[in-house]
Nanobody, 116 residues
C-alpha cells in the first residue's frame, strides 16, 4: 500500500489548509475497516499522532488541535482528510497518514509551514 499526502504549503498564522491522503494498493473493503490517523513530525521532534478516525466514524484529537482540526474520510476514494483552521507556528510539520496499527509504509508526507 502506498500512502500519498497532498495539500500542504505555506500559510500565514490564523490560516487554513485541507490535507488529503490517498491509499493506493488497498481495497475498499480493507480500507473501510481501518482506523486511519494523521500524524505529523516537526523539525527535531518525533512523529506524533494528531487525529484518528475509526471505521465507525468515531474521532480522536490530540489536545493541542481540538477545536481547530477536523478529520474525515471517504472510503469510496480510500482517502482521509484533515481540515486545519486557526493554524499557528507550532503546527509547522510534515504531515502523514497511516492506519493506527501502522501496518503500511509511510509515504513522503506533505509539508505544512505556518509563517508570516
Amino acid at each position: 500500500v502506498q500512502l500519498q499526502a497532498f495539500g500542504g504549503g505555506l500559510v500565514q498564522p490564523g490560516g487554513s489548509l485541507r490535507l488529503s491522503c490517498a491509499a493506493y494498493g488497498t481495497t475498499f473493503s480493507e480500507f473501510r475497516r481501518k482506523t486511519m490517523g494523521w500524524y505529523r513530525q516537526a523539525p527535531g521532534n518525533q512523529r506524533e499522532l494528531v487525529a484518528s478516525i475509526g471505521d465507525d466514524g468515531s474521532t480522536y484529537y490530540v489536545d493541542s488541535v481540538k477545536g481547530r482540526i477536523t478529520i474525515s474520510r471517504d472510503n469510496d476514494k480510500k482517502t482521509v482528510y484533515l481540515q486545519m483552521n486557526s493554524l499557528g507556528p507550532d503546527d509547522t510539520a510534515v504531515y502523514y497518514c497511516n492506519n493506527r496499527a501502522l501496518e503500511w509504509a509511510w509515504g513522503l508526507g506533505t509539508l505544512v509551514t505556518v509563517s508570516s
